[in-house]
Nanobody, 119 residues
């Protein structure tokens, strides 16, 4: 079974930066794509940034997604934080599991990590 966990959230002042980490664990799997989403208070979940499994770094405005091979993690760095960046940040991983020689697709979400930006 593949599991996903986010970490690195917290309370940050506006203008600062923050790095979130998404770690996948399990056996016999490969990642096709990793995406970060967020859900602001009272709003729908929205896509923030993402990267294919073979990627190293991807930049979308103030959001940088990067791979940390040593920790088997995909990080999301947010620069110039704004109060409207407040929300729960989720990592979503899509890939394939190898179960006795058969490749089974999976699509897994982490539990989320809270980011609060104070003005």
């Amino acid at each position: 079974q593949v599991q996903v966990a986010e970490s690195g959230g917290g309370l940050v002042q506006a203008g600062g930066s923050l790095r979130l980490s998404c770690t996948a664990s399990g056996s016999s799997f490969s990642v096709d794509h990793t995406d970060w989403y967020r859900q602001p208070p009272g709003k729908q979940r929205e896509w923030v940034a993402g990267m294919p499994g073979s990627g190293v770094t991807s930049v979308t405005g103030r959001f940088t997604v990067s791979r940390d091979k040593a920790k088997n993690a995909v990080n999301l760095e947010i620069d110039s934080l704004k109060p409207e960046d407040t929300g729960v940040y989720y990592c979503n991983i899509r890939g394939l599991r190898n179960i006795r020689g058969t490749l089974i697709p999976f699509d897994i979400w982490g539990q989320g990590t809270q980011v609060t930006v104070s003005s």
